[in-house]
């Protein structure tokens, strides 16, 4: 149903966000860890990374409803003329 | 009053009594009078026969009989009289002329006599009763008659016995006689030798006893034959004293007969005389001869004495004197008796005279003798010939009476015949020309009714007829319309199955499929294109799974609400997730109108999504699913991909109740239309 789309696009999103904030926290622990010296900023960073790329999914999926894919995309010019 | 009422009542009671024993009484008197009316009396009334006979005896049949017959002979009794009348009474005493009458009577009609029970004696005393002369009479005539017939057969009969027994022993005694003769002759003439003469003799004096005994008998039996003839004519002479006409020719016969048997007798017994005159004769000659002999022996015994009879068997015995003296005596005889012969030649015709005076004396008599018998035959003879000779004419004059009786009754006959015939043709004539006039009338009648019923049945039968296929075409269109009624019934019932099926969902489920009610509705709608096109035009969703009730989308409208609101910023162009974020905090910030009423027109600040939500939620409470899905799908952007499925289902919902509706709207129409009027 179209109204429980929404909410299963927010899940994905979240469940996203999270998996990928986790991820990034992760990767920025153990970067920060590892290769950071313990620095907060590669976790941050990587949380933050994971954040964006989570928010930026989660955009994306919200708006691809209304992308218009290539072969959606038809000439107005003849559909006017045939009208 | 109870003395006087008692006292009336008695003198009713009295009075009743009387009438009733008068009646009966005269009753009896009148049918001992009148048998005809006893007769009809014991037809009539039962028991009335044990009455009258207890009263008056019995009625005997012959009585009765003779009733009948007069009745049905009264005509001829009638012609009787009138021949009586004609012939007059005086030819024949009244009763022979009603004898007469009645052998007519006979003659004529031929009826069969039946004899009267009255017995003969009273019938001989005239029991002839003044009213029916004729046939009482003659019915007791022909009963005496028989008895007379019977009597005087009886009579000749024992008389012809009897003097053919007479003439037996006549011609007996003649044939006696004769035969005595004969023999005596032979014995006195004949020279035998004397034990044969002695056997002669002895059968002469056989021959004589003969004689004596069968003239004995021809005596005695000659008695018996004249007694029975005089019996015979005693009898004779009684039925003649009868007057009986039937008993004539009887008597006639009787008579003859006994003239008949008299002169056979009278002539047996002249030749009976005739023949002992003869042997008389013959006797005489014979003693004379005896005598003469005796004579002769006794010459010759005085002669010769010791020389008995036989002596012509003593020729050798006979000496010469003796012989001598035989011879002397015998020429003396000779010489006397040619003496005597002289004197006799002398004599003879004195002798001849005497003799024939005495011959001619015993001539006359048995002359006289037979004259007189036969005098007496003779007339005898003509009184049986007159007798005959007027039975005979009697008989013509009954035949010739006959015969002109019925020629008056063939005449008579031929003129009732010609009367009855020309009645006959008249009254047939009369019968016809009135049978003919009923006859067209009633066939005139009959027609115009078999007409009337004709033309009346024709009638009865086109309006049978008319009604029968008004009443034909009436059940055909009854039949027509009430399987219209009934396709529409059905349609109808099918459409409230659907409609039924439509509002039987649950919440939150849609119903059943609708497949199986849309197919009855198609089913039930064959003819029908309407009804067909529009079961076709249900949606195939809510064929294969069915609708949601509005109670459902009410409350995923109401569920979809508070979505619609949070992203009533995202559209198209607005759809990042900042917009979202600011969809979601004007959604926290923003209140309107939990319902509010649509206008009629929408402007295009009624275009706002929260507007819209409050008319949509509004029209939903009322109800009207539709306006709410107008104005659902006035929503755009992301509002309007939220409740892209509820206003599908809602469309759906709709169309299928549209659908729906007019159908049911068509089958009550139908269902209407298809009702008869009062």
């Keep these: 149903m179209s109204e429980k789309e929404l909410g299963k696009k927010w899940d994905r999103c979240l469940a996203d966000g999270a998996i990928k904030f986790g991820t990034g926290l992760g990767l920025g622990i153990v970067f920060s860890v590892l290769f950071f010296k313990r620095h907060t900023w590669p976790i941050s960073l990587c949380s933050g990374a994971g954040l964006g790329m989570a928010f930026s999914n989660c955009q994306n999926d919200l708006r691809s409803s209304y992308l218009l894919h290539r072969s959606q995309k038809v000439g107005l010019c003849n559909k006017t003329h045939s009208n | ?678």
């Design chain 2, 1 to 678: 009053y109870t003395a006087g009422g008692s006292s009336g009542a008695a003198k009713v009671v009295a009075a009743g009594l009387l009438t009733v024993g008068g009646g009966v009484g005269g009753t009896i008197l009148y049918a001992k009078w009148d048998h005809k009316f006893r007769a009809a009396v014991e037809n009539n009334v039962p028991y009335s026969d044990w009455l009258l006979g207890l009263a008056l005896g019995p009625a005997y049949q012959g009585d009765i009989m003779k009733q009948v017959r007069m009745d049905s002979q009264h005509v001829w009794v009638i012609i009787a009289d009138c021949f009586e009348k004609i012939t007059g009474s005086e030819f024949l005493p009244h009763s022979e002329a009603s004898a007469e009458a009645s052998h007519i009577i006979s003659a004529i009609s031929e009826i069969s006599t039946v004899p009267a029970p009255c017995d003969t004696e009273s019938a001989v005393k005239g029991h002839c009763s003044p009213w029916s002369p004729s046939l009482s009479c003659f019915l007791s005539v022909s009963d005496c008659s028989a008895a007379v017939s019977a009597s005087l057969e009886e009579c000749l009969a024992s008389s012809a016995k009897a003097t053919l027994q007479a003439i037996g022993a006549q011609e007996a005694a003649v044939q006696a006689i004769t035969q005595h003769i004969h023999k005596l002759k032979e014995a006195m003439e004949a020279e035998v030798p004397p034990p044969e003469k002695s056997s002669q003799w002895k059968d002469l004096e056989a021959a004589l006893a003969d004689r004596t005994s069968a003239v004995n008998d021809a005596e005695t039996a000659l008695l018996k034959a004249k007694e029975a003839l005089d019996s015979l004519k005693s009898e004779i002479d009684k039925s003649k004293g009868l007057k009986v006409s039937a008993v004539r020719p009887l008597v006639l016969a009787a008579e003859e007969n006994l003239h008949n048997m008299v002169v056979d007798l009278d002539r047996v017994v002249t030749k009976l005389q005739s023949a002992e005159s003869e042997s008389k004769i013959v006797s005489q000659y014979s003693d004379l001869v005896n005598e003469a002999k005796l004579q002769f022996q006794r010459e010759v015994s005085s002669l010769t004495p010791e020389i008995q009879a036989n002596w012509k068997g003593l020729t050798g015995k006979l000496s010469a004197d003796d012989l001598n003296a035989l011879i002397a005596h015998a020429h003396r005889r000779i010489d006397q008796l040619n003496r005597e012969l002289a004197e006799q030649r002398v004599r003879e015709q004195i002798h001849i005279d005497a003799s024939l005076e005495q011959q001619k004396l015993e001539d006359q008599k048995a002359l006289e003798k037979a004259v007189l018998t036969a005098v007496q035959h003779i007339k005898e003879d003509t009184r049986l010939e007159q007798e005959r000779k007027l039975s005979e004419l009697r008989e013509v004059m009954e035949a010739e009476m006959r015969t002109q009786l019925r020629r008056q009754a063939a005449a008579h006959t031929d003129h009732v015949q010609d009367v009855l015939k020309v009645q006959e043709q008249e009254l047939r004539a009369d019968a016809e020309q009135v049978l003919g006039s009923k006859l067209l009338e009633q066939e005139t009648s009959y027609r115009q009714l078999s007409q009337e019923q004709l033309d009346n049945f024709t009638l009865d039968m086109n309006t049978a007829y008319a009604r029968l296929k008004g009443m034909e075409e009436a059940i055909d269109s009854h039949v027509v319309a009430e399987e219209e009624a009934r396709k529409a019934h059905q349609l109808w019932l099918s459409v409230e199955a659907l409609n039924y099926s439509l509002k039987m969902a649950d919440a939150d489920s849609p119903t059943m499929p609708l497949e199986s009610a849309a197919q009855a509705v198609r089913d039930s709608c064959h003819d029908n294109d309407f009804a067909l096109a529009l079961a076709t035009a249900l949606p195939e969703e809510s064929l294969q799974r069915g609708v949601y009730s509005e109670a459902s989308l009410r409350a995923r409208f109401n569920a979809l609400r508070a979505l619609v609101r949070r992203v009533a910023l995202v559209d198209e162009t607005h759809n990042s997730l900042y917009q979202y974020f600011l969809s979601y905090l004007q959604a926290a910030l923003l209140f309107e109108a939990k319902q509010e009423a649509p206008p009629g027109q929408l402007c295009s600040e009624d275009l706002d999504p929260f507007r819209l939500l409050s008319y949509a939620s509004f029209c939903l409470e009322h109800g009207d699913l539709e306006l709410a899905a107008k104005l659902v799908n006035q929503l755009r952007g992301e509002a309007r991909r939220v409740v892209e499925d509820w206003l599908t289902e809602a469309r759906l919902t709709l169309e299928t109740r549209q659908v729906v509706s007019l159908l049911s709207a068509y089958a009550n129409a139908v269902g209407l239309g298809t009702t008869q009027a009062p």
